[in-house]
């Protein structure tokens, strides 16, 4: 990914940053094969890395965005099955933001921004699996639909002159359907470089595809992905108007089953995006008895073993706003710690220790 001819020379206090990133590009070009066999590097990158490479590529800096884009595109080759959630991010945050002359960046942020985009939509397999991976999956954005919309508005101008980022859009707009064209005539669908889980579904919804590396059963398991997470977003957004109304509307479509059980609700509220997180929190702590079902098979979703209690806690509150009501504060904090000491028994003496301790820790945040 080539550097902008036009920029300025290099700023005092970029001079810093390039330097450390330039390293860090060198260091994943060459042992980037071999990271995920290291579990402690391969934690670094998916949370210290990531983050800071997402503020740097926010940076006022063409520069240093260019070089950031650079070492993500190399996670990319190396390391996408483990990155999906940070590429996604990445991706909706920075990537697509910066292109966007309407977020404020500079010309020279959204040209370096397109061109590593026109980068990606290079790459042999990152059409497709974009779409498997993020379009097709209920708990991801759009990211195949944002891109392709991106480039088509930019792709022609309406009442500006030809530019660069004209021609850039219509490289990426190109490089698309060409990758298109060309799987359809060689009449293969090659997915085996593919970062699709076919492990994480949720049960109601979606039935398991045994064998994805065939395309007969794979290519029909991904469409049908899409087709629900189509009709879950409309679920979802009759949910943020009306929270019974959107749940009986998932009824009549039998995404949720005639006669509601606690497990599916509670995996609707957990894995679709796009709902509202303060209706989710009220919901998750109203004294309704059902509700309460809800509330503790939600907590079930959650994997805590090997984690420490606050960070348990923090990823458990990332997926919903707490209530403002005490009572219906105690009743969510009580059943993530009933969850908690199920699974680390052996970190407090029982699950009032760990709701005590729970309760002073959300109070801080």
């Known amino acids: 990914m080539g550097m902008n001819p036009r920029s300025n020379t290099i700023a005092f206090d970029e001079d810093v940053p390039l330097f450390a990133l330039t390293l860090i590009n ?57 990155l999906k959630l940070q590429l996604e991010a990445f991706f909706s945050c920075v990537i697509l933001r910066l ?22 939509c290079r790459q042999k397999t990152f059409v497709v699996e974009m779409y498997a991976n993020y379009d097709c999956d209920i708990t991801c954005s759009n990211v195949f639909e944002d891109i392709t919309n991106l480039l088509s508005k930019s792709a022609f101008p309406v009442n500006n002159p030809l530019s660069s980022m004209h021609i850039l859009a219509l490289d990426g707009l190109i490089a698309v359907m060409e990758g298109m ?23 109601f919804w979606l039935e398991k595809c045994e064998n994805y590396g065939d395309p007969n059963g794979w290519v029909p398991f991904v469409f049908r992905r899409k087709y629900f997470k189509k009709r879950l977003m409309i679920g979802a957004d009759h949910f943020n108007r009306d929270v019974k109304k959107g749940l009986e509307f998932l009824q009549g479509t039998h995404l949720l089953p005639d006669k509601l059980d606690p497990q599916s609700v509670a995996c609707f509220l957990r894995y679709t995006a796009g709902l509202d997180k303060n209706l989710i929190g009220d919901y998750l702590g109203n004294h309704d008895e059902f509700c309460v079902q809800v509330l503790h098979q939600f907590a079930r979703t959650f994997d805590f073993q090997g984690m420490t209690l606050d960070k348990a806690l923090r990823i458990f509150l990332e997926t919903f706003r707490l209530p403002g009501e005490s009572q219906k504060i105690h009743r969510v904090l009580e059943a993530f710690s009933e969850r908690y000491f199920e699974q680390s028994p052996d970190v407090l003496v029982n699950k009032d220790a760990a709701l005590i301790i729970t309760t002073c820790r959300s109070k801080r945040r």
């Open 26 to 82: 060198s260091a994943v070009e060459l042992g980037g094969p071999s990271f995920h066999r290291h579990p402690r590097l391969l934690s670094l990158i998916q949370d210290e890395l990531f983050r800071n490479l997402m503020q740097f590529g926010l940076s006022m800096s063409p520069l240093v965005l260019s070089m950031v884009c650079s070492i993500v595109l190399n996670l990319y080759h190396h390391l996408r099955k483990e």
């Open 181 to 203: 064209a060309e799987r359809i005539g060689n009449g293969s669908v090659s997915f085996e470089h593919s970062p699709v889980n076919l492990e994480h579904y949720i049960p």
């Open 99 to 120: 292109a966007q002359s309407k977020y404020g960046a500079s010309y020279q942020q959204q040209e370096v921004a397109m061109e590593a985009l026109v980068d990606f």
